[in-house]
């Protein structure tokens, strides 16, 4: 079973609407990461969360961890062309070095 | 500065072959590892390593070793490639866990097995 759960799996907007993108886990988060991937190409840092409540904000991106740290979420303002790609939640499991991923969040933006 | 460096790029092997993928990164990581990229499945881990000399076991290990000999490499082997092994292979390192700092990925390496 996929232990972080992304949703939609896959998103289509009209550009300069806003849009979310969810990350949720059965256990507590301990390093929550949000990563973008242009298509056939590799992954870009965007934020990482670390402490319950805490909120980032990159241009015009903003991702968020819950309270009670089992939750993130990343809001999108006024989405451009620019935001398409497929957004992923990361997060460490066990006291090793285990970075476990969610499938993914595919977004299209139509101009 | 390369950051996570990936060698090669794309492969085409033919069943049963062998081959090596080569990971490097030059900011003196400890930790290392090894994802495999599938449709509709996420990144899911293959194997990871703590440190030099040491290697662990992640979501999907079979059919694949990996060795850490040096602390800037970390290499992955498929001693007999199958055509479910056709993936996009992905290499990241961390200078340590639980948020102490951001994974960093190497662009890839797009492996089909016939």
Redesign the interface.
Known sequence: S?ELE?SPQSLIVQEGKNLTINCTSSKTL??L?W?KQKYG???I?LM?L?KGGEEKSHEKITAKLDEKKQQSSLHITASQPSHAGIY?C?A?RGS?????????TKLSVKP | NAGVTQTPKFRVLKTGQSMTLLCAQDMNHEYMYWYRQDPGMGLRLIHYSVGEGTTAKGEVPDGYNVSRLKKQNFLLGLESAAPSQTSVYFCASSYGRAGDTEAFFGQGTRLTVV
Do not use: D
């Open positions: 996929q992304q301990y390093g990461y990563y190409e590799g992954l840092f990482m670390q992923l990361g460490w090793q070095g285990n970075l476990i991923f969610g499938k993914g």
